[in-house]
Structure formats: structure tokens, C-alpha cells
């Protein structure tokens, strides 16, 4: 009677054993489900590729096979023609021409040849595809984006320095070249817009508020920035449609001033590539200075058309004193993050501007005379282009 009693039991015993392991398995299984979660979501947090960046990169042949002299792509936004060729012939004609390639955006229509440009380096370097700009607009970040589009065709294009008509360049090409490709980030002017009178709310939820950055339209990256600019298919539109110029006073429109001047006033070019690059969570990449040294106008009338422009360098302003000036300046100030910008290239203390904007021919005749980017022949400013 008792064995058979006992013998009732350990069916009992088997099950609450059982339940009791598969209780465990379950506990267990879901305490490995809740880490491997973690580790997603942290691994999610830390990637270079932003939850906002919906377009995959395209496609681009033998950019996994390029060997050889990596290249600088010179990118020139100019109105028509360049002013100041025959500062840049000089200093391209004392470069290594397997270390660099030019494009410009220039007008429609415009062609670069012996009729329109002193130096032969600028041929028929035109865009094809080029598009009428308008200071302001989007249409100012369009050509930009249409420049390193055709720049990335090249595998050997490394790094892309947008440059205006108006740019001078401070050092040879020897030392901009080694100052350039000794660093793994781009030249990125980038900073907290803390007033935030130029973001319109209605880019939300596209582009976040806490995203919105500000900076100097002249920026100089490596290729894999490049191509997340011209891959964007996302942000790019929202600015197209959102971000545009208040339209300066008109006394003929009277009263109607008033409602204009209430308008968002965005400016695309200053706010582009920044805000595109924060999002993607590349800010760890940038240097977040820009290497184009301009001097401002800050009028105290706001309404003044001069106010906030850049001055133009006179041939007194290019003398040897004033150049050592711009070339001694080691740190930039952000007021509005209250941050200095030490300007350093691989944790090594280097001058922050290897170009300067905006100068005059006379300023630009004055540099050459002065050796800073080669010998300089009289005989071609003698000899220009009708």
C-alpha cells in the first residue's frame, strides 16, 4: 500500500520538475532577447547612418579598385567667368597635374576657351548641365550638388574644396595638397543656430529643430561626405520648398513690407550641407571649421544691401602684413556655443585658412607679385581674354 503510494508521487515530482525548467528557459531566453535588444539599439545609436536618410548611395564604378595619386577636385561656383584665371593658371602651373581636376558651374552657355580665359587649365572645364543661380536660393546648393556629382565620376577625386570666383589661395599647391590629404575629416563650418530665426517649422518632421545647424557655404570634404550630399533625395526637397531668402524692403510695396518682413528668413547655402551632415550623425567627421577665410561687413542697419556681405580684398588690403595676418590665425570663436575651434590636422597645431575670399584682381596681381603662389608674367595680364 505504501510503494504504491509513493509510486503516485513521483509523477507529481517529474512535472513540477519540468514546469519548473521550462519556467527557467523562458526567464533565461528572455533575458538573451532583452541584451541582444540592447546591443541593437546601442549599435543603432553609434552608426554613422541616420534613422532620417532614407535613399540608399548609388552605385559608382571602380570606386573599390582606385590605385595611385589621390586628387583634389577644385569645385569653382562662378557667375560667368573667372577674374582672377591667371592667379590660379599660376598656381596649378607649379603642381604635380596628377594631384588635382577642376569643374565649374558656371552660367548656361558659357564656354571656357582661349576666348574667354587666360589659362588653359579651365578648357572646357564647364559643367554641361549647369543651372541659372540666384543668390539665396536653393538653386545656389543645386549647383553645388551638380559639381561634386560630376567630380565623383572620378575614383581618384578625394577631396572636394567649393570654391568662389572670388577665392585666392594663400599657400602653394604643394602645401595645400599635404594640408589636405593628411586629414581624415572634412572642413566643415558648423554651429549651433541658437537663435533659430531661420528654421521654419514646417521642415519637422524631415529635419529636426535639434539638427539645424548654420555655417559658411565654403567647405572642403572627403568623398564619402560628398556622396551623401548628392545621394540626398530626402532633405534637399524640404529645403527646396521651405528655406528661402525674405525678400529685401521695397517702397513700392508700402504696407505689404510689413507681412513680408515677418517671413522666414533662411538662406540655403549657409545651412545646407551642415544640417544634412548632422543628421547623418557625421559630425565626428568635421572639422567644423571652414579653411576659407572671409572678413564680413556687420552693418548695424539691418536693412542696409550691404549689411553682412563680404568685403572685397583691395590691392591694399593683399600686402605681405595683412596676408601674414590671415596666416598666423590658429582658432576660431563661436560665440553661440561658446566653443574656440583650435584649428589642428591630426591633433598637430596648423594655420586654420589655406584660401581667402573675396579679392580684386589688383589684390589678386599683388599676391602673385608677392610670390605667394608662384612666379608671376606680367605678360599675361597684358595679353587677357576680350
Known amino acids: 500500500m505504501m510503494k504504491k503510494a509513493q509510486a503516485s508521487m513521483f509523477p507529481a515530482k517529474s512535472m513540477r520538475h519540468v514546469l519548473w525548467l521550462v519556467w527557467k528557459m523562458v526567464i533565461l531566453t528572455s533575458i538573451v532577447l532583452c541584451l541582444w535588444a540592447f546591443f541593437r539599439l546601442q549599435k543603432y545609436s553609434e552608426s554613422p547612418v541616420s534613422p532620417y536618410s532614407t535613399s540608399p548611395r548609388k552605385s559608382r564604378l571602380f570606386l573599390d579598385q582606385f590605385e595611385g595619386n589621390p586628387k583634389i577636385a577644385f569645385l569653382y561656383l562662378a557667375r560667368r567667368d573667372l577674374p582672377l584665371d591667371f592667379l590660379w593658371g599660376s598656381f596649378f602651373e607649379n603642381a604635380d597635374k596628377a594631384k588635382f581636376s577642376i569643374y565649374i558651374h558656371s552660367e548656361p552657355g558659357f ?164 544640417t544634412l551632415l548632422a543628421m547623418n550623425n557625421l559630425e565626428a567627421q568635421l572639422e567644423r571649421r571652414t579653411v576659407t577665410y572671409t572678413v564680413w561687413n556687420l552693418s548695424a542697419a539691418k536693412m542696409d544691401n550691404k549689411g553682412w556681405h563680404p568685403i572685397t580684398f583691395s590691392y591694399a588690403d593683399a600686402g605681405t602684413q595683412h596676408i601674414k595676418r590671415i596666416k598666423d590665425i590658429n582658432h576660431v570663436y563661436y560665440e553661440t556655443e561658446y566653443r574656440t575651434e583650435w584649428c589642428r590636422n591630426n591633433s598637430t597645431s596648423v594655420p586654420c585658412f589655406l584660401f581667402a575670399r573675396k579679392f580684386s584682381q589688383g589684390a589678386a596681381m599683388r599676391l602673385l607679385s608677392q610670390g605667394v603662389v608662384g612666379n608671376f608674367d606680367v605678360t599675361a595680364m597684358l595679353d587677357s581674354p576680350p
Not at 554641361?128 to 575614383?155: F, Q, T, Y
Not at 572642413?187 to 559658411?216: A, T
Not at 551623401?228 to 526637397?237: K, N, Y
Request: hydrophobic share 35%; charged share 25%; net charge positive.
Open 111 to 274: 564656354a571656357f576657351d582661349e576666348s574667354t580665359t587666360r589659362s588653359s587649365f579651365f578648357y572646357n572645364r564647364q559643367l554641361k548641365n549647369g543651372i541659372k543661380v540666384v543668390w539665396g536660393e536653393a538653386s545656389m546648393i543645386e549647383a553645388e550638388r551638380l559639381l561634386l556629382d560630376v567630380a565623383l565620376e572620378d575614383p581618384a577625386n578625394q577631396r572636394f574644396v567649393l570654391l568662389s570666383d572670388s577665392c585666392v589661395p594663400l599657400y602653394n599647391f604643394s602645401y595645400i595638397y599635404n594640408y589636405l590629404m593628411a586629414s581624415p575629416k572634412s572642413f566643415v563650418d558648423s554651429f549651433l543656430d541658437k537663435k533659430n530665426e531661420r528654421y521654419n517649422p514646417k521642415m519637422s518632421p524631415v529635419i529636426p529643430q535639434g539638427k539645424w545647424r548654420k555655417g559658411s557655404q565654403w567647405i572642403t570634404l572627403i568623398r564619402s561626405h560628398a556622396e551623401v550630399i548628392v545621394d540626398d533625395e530626402v532633405v534637399f526637397p524640404v529645403f527646396k520648398k521651405f528655406c528661402k531668402r525674405r525678400p529685401p524692403v521695397d517702397v513700392s510695396y508700402g504696407k505689404h513690407n510689413f507681412k513680408l518682413q515677418k517671413q522666414h528668413n533662411c538662406i540655403p547655402d549657409e545651412h545646407y550641407v551642415q
